[in-house]
T-cell receptor
Framework: GAVVSQHPSWVICKSGTSVKIECRSL??????MFWYRQFPKQSLMLMAT?????????EQGVEKDKFLINHASLTLSTLTVTSAHPEDSSFYIC???????????FGPGTRLTVT | AQSVTQLDSHVSVSEGTPVLLRCNYS??????LFWYVQHPNKGLQLLLK??????LVKGINGFEAEFKKSETSFHLTKPSAHMSDAAEYFC????????????FGAGTRLAVHP
């Protein structure tokens, strides 16, 4: 149980284009979803927190107009990287939490390469 | 503000020997603490967690961690390393805000040699 999937697992896009990453909770309802960014050989940095049906809360320094987050249902959240640049290349990981508990269940991540 | 310091970026052990991954935290509140493991091309997996109660917590795959408030530490141990334990390990503290955000340490890469 408590499986989170991400799609795609790997994507390459050209500079200036937009790319959407999906995060799904497969066997539970996720009231809260989180998006993280991980640079090579570094730790995870929280980008934003989203509750179903509400606007996402972004961490300091994260451009909300560049990283659009939608959490339209209890099983799906999307992260859209708009006008991507090579410096946006990274590993993006989502997690989902059920109810008010502590435990977050992590997706396998999406590797984005912007050329 | 909460923070986590993992004292070793790399740890190398021989198969069958003990594992010790060190973690210190800083928190203004009573913290919740976690250890996650990340294998290549796989999602993070929760090894164990401390919220309240018993300070020695047991996790999956033979891992344990002890919460020591006086030392602000939450070190991860395992009596005998297996080759399959080779991975990246993250010590994590949860803040006490409404969203219970997770704050990750920098990670420790564990290598296990035959």
């Amino acid at each position: 149980g408590a499986v989170v999937s991400q799609h795609p697992s790997w994507v390459i896009c050209k500079s200036g284009t937009s790319v959407k990453i999906e995060c799904r909770s497969l066997d539970f309802q996720a009231t809260t979803m989180f998006w993280y960014r991980q640079f090579p050989k570094q730790s995870l940095m929280l980008m934003a927190t989203s509750n179903e049906g509400s606007k996402a809360t972004y961490e300091q320094g994260v451009e909300k107009d560049k990283f659009l987050i939608n959490h339209a249902s209890l099983t799906l959240s999307t992260l859209t990287v708009t006008s991507a640049h090579p410096e946006d290349s990274s590993f993006y990981i989502c997690s989902a939490r059920q109810g008010g508990g502590y435990e977050q269940y992590f997706g396998p991540g999406t590797r984005l390469t912007v050329t | 503000a909460q923070s986590v310091t993992q004292l070793d970026s790399h740890v190398s052990v021989s198969e069958g020997t003990p594992v010790l991954l060190r973690c210190n935290y800083s928190s203004s509140y009573s913290p919740s603490l976690f250890w996650y493991v990340q294998h290549p091309n796989k999602g993070l997996q929760l090894l164990l967690k401390y919220t309240t109660g018993a300070t020695l917590v047991k996790g999956i795959n033979g891992f344990e961690a002890e919460f020591k408030k006086s030392e602000t530490s939450f070190h991860l141990t395992k009596p005998s390393a297996h080759m399959s334990d080779a991975a990246e390990y993250f010590c994590v503290v949860s803040d006490s805000g409404g969203y219970n955000k997770l704050i990750f340490g920098a990670g420790t890469r564990l290598a296990v040699h035959p």
